[in-house]
């Protein structure tokens, strides 16, 4: 596939911009450490070899580098992810001691990914039919079109409950939470009638608290440098699709997400019970 304006820009780079994250807040969510090197300059930065096996899951590596030295981080982020294609490299920002960093952190492979493609996107349909069905039993307790959530979510409230849900409003999102089982379905408004707009950590939210889903769980050791890397690996394969609307709060704002492409060949069918989680079949 290709990407207009995509450019040399890696498809992680992408992803990140694509989701409005430059760079992670907290590259550990899991349970990762650090492992914070000192370099000097460039030429003390191990080897891909020796951070492959520094980088590993549970510990993710720092490189730090004195302020200042490195005017220009992009060209080293660009070696080191083309050298491990098994990690995500990326601009952590300042670090202690007047320093700027550099990230490597373990992520999944793609041959996993590709391995469990139809658990992946079952989990994913599964987090868009659910975000929908939310938000259109929202909009229809305030008899509202669903499309004008965002706009009217001062009018609705902004911590509420609607049938089995609690929810509540923040930011351009809404978060619902089921009141027996936990089940929690953060949503991405402002995308018109479209609810299934994906963020890596909403998404795995949606997972660990989702039965049907415990295979996918179990997968991820980070809840959000993992699932990145799942969404970049299906948008490679033409399983996500990049939608962009503007937005309807802030004048001259573009919003960018990704979304199932289409409903696909491989995805199993998904039963919805009265509990707010999913039987597979």
């Known amino acids: 596939m290709t990407y207009t304006g995509l450019g040399r820009m890696s498809l992680a780079a992408f992803i990140r911009r694509l989701l409005g994250r ?113 938000c259109h039993e929202l909009a229809a307790a305030h008899g509202i079109a669903a499309a004008d959530l965002l706009d009217r979510r001062n009018d609705i409230g902004w911590r509420r409950r609607v049938g089995e849900w609690n929810f509540y409003f923040h930011g351009f999102e809404c978060c619902f939470t089921h009141r027996r089982t936990g089940q929690v379905v953060d949503v991405r408004l402002g995308f018109g009638d479209e609810f299934g707009v994906l963020d890596p950590y909403f998404l795995a939210r949606f997972i660990r608290t989702t039965a049907a889903h415990h295979q996918v769980a179990a997968l991820l050791a980070d809840d959000f440098h993992d699932l990145s890397r799942v969404l970049e690996v299906l948008l490679a394969r033409g399983h996500l699709r990049v939608i962009e609307v503007a937005n309807s709060v802030l004048s001259g704002m573009m919003m960018r997400g990704l979304v199932l492409a289409s409903d696909g060949d491989n995805v199993p069918t998904l039963q919805r019970s009265r509990s707010g989680t999913s039987v597979e079949h």
Do not use: W
């Open 22 to 134: 430059s760079r992670p807040v907290a590259p550990a969510t899991q349970g990762s450490v650090p492992l914070r090197l000192s370099c000097r300059d460039l030429d003390a930065v191990p080897s891909a070899v020796e951070l492959t096996a520094m980088a590993v899951v549970g510990q993710h590596i720092v490189l730090q580098f004195p302020r200042g030295s490195i005017p220009n981080k992009r060209p080293l982020i660009e070696r080191l992810a083309a050298q491990l294609p098994g990690h995500r490299v990326f601009d952590s920002g300042p670090g202690p001691g007047d320093t700027d960093c550099v990230t490597v952190y373990r992520v999944l492979d793609e041959s996993v990914v590709v391995a469990h493609l139809p658990l992946f996107l079952a989990a994913i349909r599964d987090f868009a039919d659910t975000a929908r069905n939310c």
